[in-house]
């Protein structure tokens, strides 16, 4: 009887990501997809609406079913039909305890975040990783294998206190290849973009007014567009724009890869797409020192993340737990 796999996604970019690891497992598995889920007390508020702001529910979960069901996906949500041999997920920060039964493959999504006071709140008082977001990601220790973006990557959650054995890195599907992204029909060339993020939705601070101040001062003659974050108000973050860069344009659609590849500038926070403009050699502005960002850059394979990070899945789900 050939092995199950269930794939968990999340947001857009971990569920196209579990898509492109997916696709070189399903001719020796039986491969299905879910939504990111969570049982015991994490579950319940998620699924009553308290956690909407974020992967768990809210704008993210339906995203996700919509893409595994126009996709032609097998979908199992919460792996609920039947066990599984292995599980992969790019987030550890809620572990299910089906998920713990099993061989368990965690995968770096994009970016981490800093290591903030909630950070070291939740590592002391041993608070539900979600607490802290993406920042403690790898420290559920629950999986078998968690293959990283870069060495630079390796180096951090070594710091963090994770096993340096469990870490492979492999580079990471969705930001691997990043010079594939300059063959485009964007019709924008040379502008400088600013790349928003969902940091207030998700209750962080972030001075929004200062970064379209800053934005307006390195443009500097260029034309300046703003790609808004698919999980951000983009009501408000339209109406904070026009009070302060009344000529810019601002975009709440479309490939914000295109428009990178495109840009002369990126101007963002703590954002994943940096890693695209760093790859392609772009002037960059973020939270991250120069040298920082280039420590932490993923690798760039030409798209083989999701095929070497499926071999290891492969040699996981075989093996005997």
């Given amino acids: 009887m050939r092995k199950r ?161 469990r870490i492979q890195v492999t580079g990471v599907p969705n930001f691997d290849d990043a010079a594939s992204w300059m063959e485009n029909d964007w019709p924008h060339r040379g502008h400088v973009l600013v790349a928003t993020s969902c940091m207030r939705e998700t209750l962080r601070f972030e001075n929004r007014r200062a970064l379209i101040r800053r934005a307006c001062r390195l443009s500097e003659g260029r034309e300046l567009i703003f790609k808004l974050h698919p999980y951000e108000d983009h009501r408000r973050a339209e109406r904070e724009i026009r009070a302060i860069a009344p000529q810019a344009t601002v975009y709440m659609e479309g490939v914000t890869n295109h428009m990178i590849a495109n840009c002369s500038a990126l101007v963002t926070r703590y954002s994943s797409v940096v890693f695209i403009a760093a790859a392609l050699e772009k002037e960059v502005h973020s939270d991250l020192d120069p040298e920082t960002l280039h420590r932490l850059t993923p690798r760039q394979n030409g798209g083989t993340s999701g095929r070497r990070i499926a071999e290891i899945c492969a040699t996981l789900a075989e093996r005997r737990r």
């Fill in 5 to 165: 796999i269930l794939l968990i996604g999340g947001s857009l970019n971990q569920t196209t990501m579990a898509h492109r690891i997916g696709v070189h497992l399903e001719s020796d598995f039986d491969v299905f997809y879910s939504p990111l889920f969570a049982d015991g007390v994490i579950g319940f508020l998620a699924d009553r609406g308290f956690l909407d702001f974020t992967t768990l529910a809210g704008r993210a979960r339906p995203q996700a079913e919509e893409y595994i069901r126009s996709n032609g996906l097998r979908m199992d949500y919460r792996g609920a039909l039947q066990d599984y041999d292995l599980v992969v997920s790019s987030t550890d920060l809620v572990v299910p305890r089906n998920v713990r039964r099993t061989r368990f493959v965690l995968v770096q999504e994009g970016m981490t975040d800093p290591e903030s006071w909630r950070y070291h709140l939740a590592k002391r008082l041993g608070l539900p990783r979600i607490v802290a977001s993406t920042a403690m990601n790898g420290l559920s220790h629950a999986y078998d294998a968690f293959c990283v973006a870069s060495d630079g990557y390796r180096d951090l959650f070594i710091h963090k206190g994770i096993e340096p054995g």
